[in-house]
């Protein structure tokens, strides 16, 4: 157990849809990274918060958006859902700071656009 | 810009026989390298890690290799198991405006043939 906990575990919605995926980091962590895996893909970056505030964008697009609260769990919101949305959905979380940067994943959100 | 690059994307290895990993940077600010470990519908686990001031870190059957001047790191698995057939990501870390933040490379699937 990583410590990292994301809900839902398995999401199947239509296109045109909106959802919210969820994670809640390790304690103590400040930072929170969001990855898709598509198909026997690589993990694609898509967002980093630190502490509440967005640190980097990777590939995102402008239909996603996410956040971080002050409790610093994190939401990943996937609007206007297309078939090629499907994937599974990571996140991860680290110290941030200047402690070593393992970063520990949770499970992930495997999401089937349908 | 894709910073950390694992240009190998599949590899098969005979059971009891050496795997080596590749991974090349472009960052000269990376001072800190990870390799992690991703089976099927599982989130990443941390493997292995190594600091820019070392060359070589060693954990079992594990060893992760460090070549600054050639900014490339490996990992070697001996002896290679069937159950180390996972895919495997190369990840680098940067303090970046006080924070650290970590890069993927798109992973390598390895394959053990028992």
């Known amino acids: 157990d990583s410590g990292v906990t994301q809900t839902p575990k398995h999401l199947i919605t239509a296109t045109g849809q909106r959802v919210t995926l969820r994670c809640s980091p390790r304690s103590g962590d400040l930072s929170v990274y969001w990855y898709q895996q598509s198909l026997d893909q690589g993990l694609q970056f898509l967002i980093h918060?630190?502490?509440?505030?967005?640190?980097a964008k990777g590939n995102i697009l402008e239909r996603f958006s996410a956040q971080q609260f002050p409790d610093l769990h994190s939401e990943l919101n996937l609007s206007s859902l297309e078939l090629g949305d499907s994937a599974l959905y990571f996140c991860?979380?680290?110290?941030?700071?200047?402690?070593?940067?393992?970063?520990?994943f949770g499970q992930g959100t495997r999401l089937t656009v349908v | 810009d894709q910073q950390v690059k694992q240009n190998s994307p599949s590899l098969s290895v005979q059971e009891g026989r050496i795997s080596i990993l590749n991974c090349d940077y472009t960052n000269s600010m990376f001072d800190y390298f990870l390799w992690y470990k991703k089976y099927p519908a599982e989130g990443p686990t941390f493997l292995i890690s190594i600091s820019s001031i070392k060359d070589k870190n060693e954990d079992g059957r594990f060893t992760v290799f460090l070549n600054k001047s050639a900014k490339h790191l490996s990992l070697h698995i001996v002896p290679s198991q069937p159950g180390d057939s996972a895919v495997y990501f190369c990840?680098?870390?940067?303090?970046?405006?006080?924070?650290?933040?970590?890069?993927f490379g798109i992973g390598t699937k390895l394959q053990v043939i028992p």
């Open positions: 918060y630190y502490n509440g505030e967005e640190r």
């Open positions: 990840a680098a870390s940067a303090m970046s405006g006080g924070y650290q933040k970590v890069t």
């Open positions: 991860a979380s680290s110290g941030g700071g200047t402690t070593t940067p393992e970063a520990f």
